[in-house]
Each structure stands twice: as C-alpha cells, then as structure tokens.
C-alpha cells in the first residue's frame, strides 16, 4: 500500500454512550476498538470544552489537547485533542491544525 492510500491521521467524528450506559467502560472500549489496531496513525477528536469526562478519558489514552475553537455558528467552546502516532518515523500530518478563522490558541 502506498502513503495516498492509507490515511495518516484519522478524526473520530462521533464517540457516544447512552447517558443509562455511561462509566461502564464502553466509551474507552470503543475508543481502544480503533486505536490499537491501528497504532500507525494519528488520531484527532473534539468534544465540548465542559466535557471533562470526555477529556479525561481521551487523555487517558495518550490524547493530548492541541487547541481550542468555537464552533461555528455555535456559542459552544471546543476542546481538540490529538493522539500522535506509535511510529516517531513516520512523518507527521497537518492532523489537529485548525480549519477555520473560528479557532483559539491554547
């Protein structure tokens, strides 16, 4: 496979638990489903900047916070974490640089 085929950096759009279903373990069970299989990626999330659980668990698993936006058209703060990949040899990615004027400097 070639560099174009394989993404290097992959964004976790939607990670959610029914409230019934929260702090059983199923949130980190199904971040781990797609971070240890593919330990040659990095991996970009957000969440809510008052999402400290959120936070927490993402951070627990080697997430580290790169900066902070506004959503757009949203009065709503939030936080966006990056997980570098397991290879240091593999070059790194534009993964978690901001997309938008609507972002915040850490």
Same mark, same amino acid.
């Given at each position: 496979? @070639?560099?174009?085929? @394989?993404?290097?950096?992959? *964004?976790? *759009?939607?990670?959610?638990?029914? &409230?019934? $279903?929260? /702090?059983?373990? #199923? ?8 971070? +240890? !299989? %593919? !330990?040659? #990626?990095?991996?970009?999330?957000? @969440?809510?900047?008052? %999402?400290? /659980? ?11 916070? *790169? $900066?902070?936006? #506004? ?6 703060? #939030?936080? +966006?974490?990056?997980?570098? $990949?397991? %290879? !240091?040899?593999?070059? !790194? @990615?534009? *993964?978690?640089? &901001?997309?938008?004027?609507? +972002?915040?400097?850490?």
């Amino acid at each position: 496979s @070639t560099a174009e085929e @394989t993404p290097a950096c992959l *964004c976790i *759009c939607s990670l959610a638990v029914l &409230p019934e $279903r929260q /702090r059983q373990g #199923l949130g980190r069970a199904l971040l781990r489903s797609v971070l +240890h !299989p %593919n !330990p040659e #990626l990095e991996f970009q999330v957000s @969440t809510a900047a008052g %999402n400290m /659980r959120a936070i927490a668990l993402y951070e627990s698993e080697g997430f580290k916070v *790169c $900066r902070e936006s #506004l959503a757009p058209g949203l009065a709503l703060k #939030l936080v +966006h974490l990056i997980r570098k $990949r397991s %290879n !240091p040899s593999v070059e !790194p @990615t534009n *993964c978690g640089k &901001p997309q938008s004027a609507a +972002h915040l400097e850490r």
